[in-house]
Every structure is written in structure tokens, then in C-alpha cells.
DNA sequence: TATTGTTATACTCTATAACTATA
DNA sequence: TATAGTTATAGAGTATAACAATA
């Protein structure tokens, strides 16, 4: 017999999520939680977000990328992007240069105080998640890329 | 010499991710992305949203769960909660039963109908996530397991 | 005084339609 | 006519404060 009456259900005691433990989808999901709040507390100091971080890496790795471009990259909608782009350009961090051959478009570029700013942020995140993956093997996590990248193609277009 | 001017920018051609791509949360939260949507697609025509599954497999695994602790094991607010309990009692899926020795409180049980909707939503899911997981062997898939459970477990509270 | 569920509310994210200027 | 960026706006999702009933 057990200390507390016996009734079956969890008024009292720890939640049970083994049901939903069966779906893997559960574990990544919570795992991902776990890594972006941690990023997102990283950044916070550098006042950056996930996405303007993401952006900037991006621009900086594609100079001369176009606003729509950019958008599809980060998932999302052209018209949401539009005041990431101007909170990064009002904090000197990128540039919108017109494309001469095409006077719709804008062709973005990191500035120096941003491509510094990326650096840090960067070296930062890498810290922290180098910190999240303690104990886990170089060819561990050789491993879960491998695998996370081809659950990603096979679930094709989103 | 290639065939369009060289310029060292993205203006034509693919946006490179390589600099993201460094971070291991990037290609998490990509994966996770494509299975979240995946099994949205797949509860959408049950009706049910992730949130209200999850709900549905979290109150019939812990019958007699309250809302509070409900509200817990799924990460969102008590206000938020609400609405949600609200819906799936309006459905019949789950009831809430005043409890006896503390009468401030709900609680929670799946009903019949809620039991096999929820059923007949796991067999959909794990259909979906073993079609996402095609050419995974089963041992890859613990080994994927085993590691988000130790990423998670180190990034601590969230 | 503290807690359960609730209401109201605000803030962020995301999604769509429509405008402008160019092409 | 179509496209790039923009504006306005609406809808989710999420967060906090405060209330009534109960402990």
C-alpha cells in the first residue's frame, strides 16, 4: 500500500508525458525550446534577437542580397521583414544600396560596425551551444546534423 | 570565366545558409519546423491543432490532472489554457469534474469520444513521423532520442 | 494570506490585401 | 502586366494584472 490514497490519476505527484514521448517530434521540439530560449538569452545583451542575429549572418554571407531574398531565407512574409531591415539599417549595422540595374530593388550589405557586431554575436552563440553540447562527441553531433538534415528533406516543402 | 558577370554578391543565384548552417540550433529548429508542420497538416482534418492534441494524450495519460498542471506540462499560461479546456469540453473530448477535497479546482478526464478521436490522431501522427523518418533505422532514431534528452536535460530551465 | 480558475488586456508574430515605383 | 518594397491591418500566440471562490 502506498503512503498517499491510492487514486488513480495525478492530482497529486508528477505529470506523466510518456504518451507524448512516443512522438519524436516532442523530444525535438522541447530540445529546440531549450536552444533557442538559451540563444535568445545570449543575444539579448547584444540586443539582438534570433532573427535579426540570423539576419545579419545571412547578408553577411550574401552581400548584395535582395529584401524578398532575404525574407524567403528567414521564413518569412516580405512585409514583416520590412522593419527588420529598417531597425537594423537605423542601428548602422547593414545597408540598403539601390541596385542600379534594377531601381526597385535594394541590395543589402553589413557594415563594419555590424560584421564586428556579428562576430561577437556569433562567438557568443557558438559558446553557449558548445556549453548545451558538453559531453556530447564531435562525431555525436556530426551525427544529429546528418540525421536532422535528412528528416528536413524528406518532409520537403513546408 | 563564368558565364554571368562575377559580381561577389547573391543578387542572382542561391542564398547561401553556410554561416547558419555552423549552428547547430539552425538545423534543429529547421527540422523541427518541417515535423511540426507535417503533423499540423496531418491533425488539421481531425480538427485538432498540436496544442489540443498534446492536451488530449496529457489528460488521458494523467486523469485527474488539473489545469494548472496541465497549463504546466504544455508550457503555456494558466489564462491561456482556458480557452483551450474551454473548446475540447465544448467538443466532448475531456470533462472537468469539480474536485471534491479542493473545490477551487478542475479535474481533467478524457471522455470516450475524446479517447478514440485521440487514438485515431496517434495512429495519424505516427504514420506522418514514420514517413519523416524514412530510412532511419530504428537505432539511429534511439540515438537521436538519447542525445535531444541530453541537450535539453543541460540547457536546464528554460 | 495563498491558490485555482477566470477575465480583460496588451504585446509580439505572422499573414494578406493593396499601394508606389519601377520593370 | 508583373515584381520589389512598403503600408495597413487582422489574426494567432503569448504574457501579465486583477478578480471571485475557495483553501
Same mark, same amino acid.
Not at 542575429?53 to 528567414?74: E, I, M
Not at 514583416?80 to 539599417?89: A, G, K, P
Given at each position: 500500500?502506498?503512503? #498517499?490514497?491510492?487514486?488513480?490519476?495525478?492530482?497529486? $505527484?508528477?505529470?506523466?508525458?510518456?504518451?507524448?514521448?512516443?512522438?519524436?517530434?516532442?523530444?525535438?521540439?522541447?530540445?529546440?525550446?531549450?536552444?533557442?530560449?538559451?540563444?535568445?538569452?545570449?543575444?539579448?545583451?547584444?540586443?539582438?534577437?534570433?532573427?535579426?542575429?540570423?539576419?545579419?549572418?545571412?547578408?553577411?554571407?550574401?552581400?548584395?542580397?535582395?529584401?524578398?531574398?532575404?525574407?524567403?531565407?528567414? $521564413?518569412?512574409?516580405?512585409?514583416?521583414?520590412?522593419?527588420?531591415?529598417?531597425?537594423?539599417?537605423?542601428?548602422?549595422?547593414?545597408?540598403?544600396?539601390?541596385?542600379?540595374?534594377?531601381?526597385?530593388?535594394?541590395?543589402?550589405?553589413?557594415?563594419?560596425?555590424?560584421?564586428?557586431?556579428?562576430?561577437?554575436?556569433?562567438?557568443?552563440? #557558438?559558446?553557449?551551444?558548445?556549453?548545451?553540447?558538453?559531453?556530447?562527441?564531435?562525431?555525436?553531433?556530426?551525427?544529429?546534423? $546528418?540525421?536532422?538534415?535528412?528528416?528536413?528533406?524528406? $518532409?520537403?516543402?513546408?
Amino acid at each position: 500500500m502506498a503512503t #498517499r490514497d491510492s487514486q488513480d490519476d495525478a492530482s497529486a $505527484g508528477q505529470v506523466s508525458d510518456a504518451g507524448l514521448r512516443a512522438f519524436l517530434g516532442y523530444t525535438i521540439k522541447r530540445t529546440d525550446n531549450v536552444i533557442l530560449s538559451n540563444i535568445a538569452a545570449v543575444l539579448k545583451p547584444l540586443d539582438l534577437r534570433v532573427v535579426t542575429f540570423s539576419a545579419l549572418v545571412l547578408v553577411g554571407d550574401n552581400p548584395g542580397l535582395r529584401q524578398s531574398q532575404l525574407a524567403d531565407a528567414l $521564413g518569412i512574409e516580405r512585409p514583416n521583414l520590412v522593419v527588420i531591415v529598417d531597425e537594423l539599417e537605423g542601428r548602422g549595422l547593414i545597408r540598403r544600396d539601390r541596385v542600379p540595374t534594377d531601381r526597385r530593388a535594394y541590395a543589402l550589405t553589413v557594415t563594419a560596425v555590424g560584421k564586428s557586431l556579428c562576430e561577437a554575436a556569433s562567438a557568443a552563440v #557558438r559558446t553557449r551551444e558548445d556549453a548545451l553540447l558538453d559531453g556530447i562527441s564531435a562525431a555525436e553531433r556530426k551525427q544529429i546534423e $546528418g540525421l536532422m538534415r535528412r528528416i528536413e528533406s524528406t $518532409g520537403g516543402r513546408r
